[in-house]
């Protein structure tokens, strides 16, 4: 941003509309890579970032200028983010039958990290692990789902977490643990099928 954040948030709490759309242009990216992991899905995470920039424009008188903007950003795009993962949890279950065997759309993932010479058979076991993480983060609860996601991929601490998350530490822990077993578990047979190969 041109301007210092603090400044361009104090013009955009006065109704300055270039300040919040310069907001909204500098978090929305970051917000979306958020959002699609919690709910991966990629117009849901579009969803969760527009409800996170709607809720923050509604509530801009109430931001408290000690606190970090992008923080309070964050916390809103993750219960956004959560409120429409625990829908998709709702409605995936009440149509499990209609679902079953049909798989998302190839256009919503995001690449495999790339390698220095990656051959054929590398790339189809990074395909292989991407569809299967990505299945399994979808068998997650919402809950464990965003807490993985803030720990493994925002790089949160369990204290955050659990305060983003309305959860005491034991209950952050578990949700984490949780997550990282069923992942585990989802994972161990391709990982074994590789150090057959080797």
């Known amino acids: 941003m041109e301007q210092t954040e603090a400044i361009v948030v104090e013009r955009a709490r006065k109704g300055d509309a270039d300040a919040f759309r310069e907001l909204v242009e500098s ?7 958020l959002a ?3 709910t991966g899905d990629e117009q849901s995470a579009e969803d ?3 409800e996170t920039f ?3 424009y509604r509530s801009l008188d109430r931001f408290d200028a000690r ?13 956004a983010a959560l409120d429409l993962a625990r829908k998709q949890q709702r409605h995936r279950s009440r149509h499990e039958e209609r679902l079953d065997g049909l798989d998302g759309p190839d256009g919503n993932s995001e690449p495999p990290l790339p390698s220095p010479a990656p051959g054929p058979d590398r790339i189809a076991l990074g395909l292989e692990v991407e569809r299967a993480v990505r299945s399994a983060l979808a068998e ?5 789902r965003t807490a993985f996601v803030l720990r493994h991929f925002e790089g949160r601490s369990i ?3 659990c305060d983003q998350l309305g ?23 391709l990982v074994q099928r590789q150090e057959v190969r080797l």
């Open 27 to 33: 978090y929305g990216p970051k917000l979306f890579r």
């Open 36 to 38: 699609w992991r919690i």
């Open 48 to 50: 969760a970032v527009q």
């Open 54 to 56: 709607l809720r923050a």
């Open 67 to 79: 606190a970090q903007f992008g923080t309070w950003l964050h916390r809103i795009a993750v219960n």
């Open 140 to 144: 997650l609860s919402a809950m464990e």
């Open 159 to 161: 204290a955050e977490i």
């Open 167 to 189: 959860l005491g530490v034991s209950a952050g822990k578990q949700a984490i643990f949780r997550a990282v077993k069923k992942l585990r578990r989802v994972l161990e047979p």
